[in-house]
Nanobody, 126 residues
Framework: QVQLVESGGGLVQAGGSLRLSCAASGRTFSNYAMGWFRQVPGKEREFVATINLSGGGTYYAESVKGRFSISGDNDKNTMYLQMSSLKLEDTAVYYC???????????????????WGQGTQVTVSS
């Protein structure tokens, strides 16, 4: 059974930093890309960043480019999202997800991701 478990969320002041982790288990993710999405109540789930675990390629939403950094540790089956210069609008529940590389949808489309974590709350205060 595939499991993705996020951790590292919390309350941080604007301008601060947090690092989210996503521990994956239950299968080999060598042919997968993993990503981070976020969601606030009443809005659709929003793409944040993705990483190809085989090639290491990354892609970011414009809203977080230059502030967030996604990385992966294949030995530990863990993905990270280092968030810096946090803004009030970064407040959301953050979800990690896994996507088979051959999926024909855009990497930003949540429908292409087969596995999801339960989410971790990130709250940025002024």
């Amino acid at each position: 059974q595939v499991q993705l478990v996020e951790s590292g969320g919390g309350l941080v002041q604007a301008g601060g930093s947090l690092r989210l982790s996503c521990a994956a288990s239950g299968r080999t993710f060598s042919n997968y890309a993993m990503g981070w999405f976020r969601q606030v109540p009443g809005k659709e789930r929003e793409f944040v960043a993705t990483i190809n675990l085989s090639g290491g390629g990354t892609y970011y939403a414009e809203s977080v480019k230059g502030r967030f950094s996604i990385s992966g540790d294949n030995d530990k089956n863990t993905m990270y999202l280092q968030m810096s210069s946090l803004k009030l609008e970064d407040t959301a529940v953050y979800y990690c997800a896994a996507r088979y590389l051959a999926t024909g949808t855009a990497v930003t489309d949540p429908r292409g991701y087969s596995y999801w974590g339960q989410g971790t709350q990130v709250t940025v205060s002024s």
